[in-house]
């Protein structure tokens, strides 16, 4: 791969208002920041330059040198030859050294428990899924826990992780979460936690398959239906964990009554335990043994989705209705706010990826006329789902805003 160095030119040009800018830049932000800041942008452009960073980043090259410096005497950059010479020296270019440190993500579904290691990539390094018992007592998820912490030590000494990130279901008690987080501080891991689908979001961004910038909204399928927003990658905080949730947008006024006492809310469509009660008017339940009981409804919600996939209209028309009404759920927020990008994923939604995406992109399509701008939507491939693997991004990315202090 060949990098142009045009570090000769961008190294006396930016620099006179550049010098200035970036110097009151500096005294606003912390110096960490400033790091992490040049490690992301290293991860992004895989291989670089210290002056192509500095031109991207709008500081000068002395700053990002400094920045450099200290990340690679934490281990985390390494130089990786030099970029083609334009006259004059060569530039040395930098690469992210993925071997340096990771991450682990943890993510719990109804009847599973996943464990997901990622590299200073962003790259999965393993995986373990467990199964989470019937009943799911606390003591119970919190074994299961530690068997999936004993089997992932057996590639990587968990000593070596920097941090685990949790995917925790807004479901989840309080005396839970602690219960978890408690657990990995007793192995010497830093844990922190945040809701399904910031982690769904920053997962499917770290892979690579949502714009760099811009807005842009990743729905989440699992217990909830919830929604995240990135901007340029970065996660836009909302007030409250529960802001995110989609599950009681109202879809239909004239729907059927929901348990929350409104009518015609989105979890009626689209939630795992509506793709099975769809199924059981069409006798489809009946041929595929599906029951939507609490412990087997994502798996249900799955075998209709691979159904749809085989061309079962049955199982094709419950998809379109569920892809339609989560469209429907946020397509003011892509109308008001200017998202430019819809990420659905989810296990059950990313089983069907061709039915869903078909769907939805027929429902931005629609309605993106009236917008008078296009909408792209897309179904995530990262497999099982991203949520573990965001939820270890957002722990790599704590750490590593904390290096060098
Ligand atoms: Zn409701």
């Known amino acids: ?184 501080a007793e192995l010497g891991i830093p844990a922190l936690e945040t809701d399904e689908a910031t982690c769904a979001a920053l997962g499917s961004f770290w892979s690579g398959e949502q714009p760099e910038q811009g807005l842009t909204a990743t729905v989440h399928a699992n217990s909830h239906l919830a929604i995240a927003l990135l901007q340029d990658g970065a996660p836009i905080q909302h007030a409250a964990e529960a802001a995110s949730v989609l599950d009681h947008v109202c879809i239909d006024p004239n729907g059927h009554l929901c348990d929350c006492g409104m009518a015609g809310c989105l979890n009626l469509y689209a939630a795992g335990s509506a793709l099975v009660e769809q199924a059981r008017h069409t006798g489809l ?50 109308a008001g706010l200017g998202v430019d990008t819809v990420v659905l994923t989810g296990t059950w939604i990313q089983a069907a990826p061709a039915p869903f995406s078909r769907a939805a992109t027929q429902y931005a399509r629609d309605y993106g006329k009236g917008l008078g701008r296009p909408v792209t939507v897309k179904v995530s491939e990262v497999q099982p789902h991203p949520c573990a693997v965001g939820a270890a991004v957002l722990a790599l990315k704590s750490f590593l805003s904390t290096t060098g202090d």
């Open 285 to 334: 339940a009946a041929d595929l043994d599906v029951n939507g009981i609490e412990e087997s409804v994502n798996a249900d919600a799955v075998l209709i989705a691979l159904t749809a996939t085989r061309g079962d209209d049955r199982a094709e028309q419950i998809i379109d209705r569920a892809a339609r009404a989560l469209m429907q759920a946020v397509w003011p927020v892509v």
């Open 1 to 184: 791969m060949e990098v142009p160095d045009r570090s000769r030119k961008s190294g006396t040009i930016d620099l006179d208002d550049g010098e200035e800018r970036d110097m009151a830049a500096e005294r606003s932000r912390p110096r960490t920041t400033i790091d992490s800041t040049v490690l992301e942008t290293i991860r992004r452009r895989s291989v670089t330059t210290r002056v192509e960073i500095a031109r991207e980043l709008g500081v000068t090259p002395a700053t990002v040198t400094n920045a450099v410096k200290r990340l690679m005497a934490a281990g985390l950059v390494i130089e990786a030859g030099h970029a083609r010479s334009t006259g004059g020296k060569r530039a040395s270019l930098l690469r992210i050294n993925d071997e340096a440190r990771w991450a682990l993500g943890c993510t719990i579904e109804p009847a599973r428990l996943s464990l997901a290691a990622v590299d200073t990539t962003g790259a999965l390094r393993s995986r373990s899924v467990l199964p989470l018992p019937l009943g799911r007592e606390p003591a119970t998820i919190v074994e299961t826990l530690r068997q999936g912490l004993d089997l992932m030590s057996a590639r990587d000494s968990l000593s070596s992780a920097t941090g685990i990130g949790f995917a925790m279901p807004s479901t989840l008690p309080a005396e839970l979460r602690t219960a978890l987080t408690a657990t990995t």
